[in-house]
């Protein structure tokens, strides 16, 4: 095992933005809380994200969650730059197979909402299963493909093998 090794970086580019899919005051459930800090995060609207699916192209990482609302929002904060801790989910079509450093990734199987990241429970990520810089196989393909180089988060240090469980960092690649 090397001894130095990347880590986490996150909270150097932030912004302010609202948090959610709607009115937490008509929807109670739409309401975001810090227990979303450190989630994968996407453009829903205007002026605002919501946390991530499975497949989804990462746009940012939720750093701070406040306890008012603005406009009916959550409000928080966004960081779509930096090293982010995660644990490898395998591939994005099936969840399985290994991960290699270099490789592309796009939202893993999220943590639910309402539920807080641990240290055991980061993240996790995926492998693309469309690589920026490869031939895509169609137009659908190609789409996405598009989409993972403009939110383009690479795996750049594992653990042990980049397996299934593994813990890795991730690299937000073209961020100025």
């Not at 205007?46 to 929002?73: H, K, M, N, R, W």
């Not at 180089?149 to 093998?161: K, N, V």
């Amino acid at each position: 095992m090397p001894k130095f090794k990347f880590k986490e970086l996150m909270g150097a580019e932030p912004f302010t933005t609202r948090l959610g899919a709607g009115s937490v005051n008509s929807t109670p459930a739409n309401a975001y809380t810090d227990k979303e800090i450190g989630k994968f995060a996407k453009l829903s609207g205007t002026d605002a994200y919501v946390l991530c699916a499975v497949g989804d192209p990462i746009q940012g990482v939720i750093t701070a969650v406040e306890s008012y609302t603005a406009d009916d929002f959550s409000i928080g904060s966004v960081d779509p730059q930096g090293r982010k801790r995660v644990l490898l989910d395998g591939s994005q079509a099936a969840g399985t197979g290994s991960i290699a450093v270099g490789d592309y990734v796009v939202c893993g199987t999220p943590v639910a909402k309402d539920t807080a990241l641990t240290p055991s429970t980061p993240p996790k990520v995926r492998k693309a299963t469309n690589q920026p810089g490869a031939v895509p196989a169609d137009l659908t393909a190609a789409g996405q493909q598009a989409l993972n180089a403009i939110f383009a988060w690479r795996l750049i240090s594992f653990d042990s093998a980049g397996a299934v469980g593994d813990f890795g960092i991730i690299e937000r690649v073209n961020c100025s």
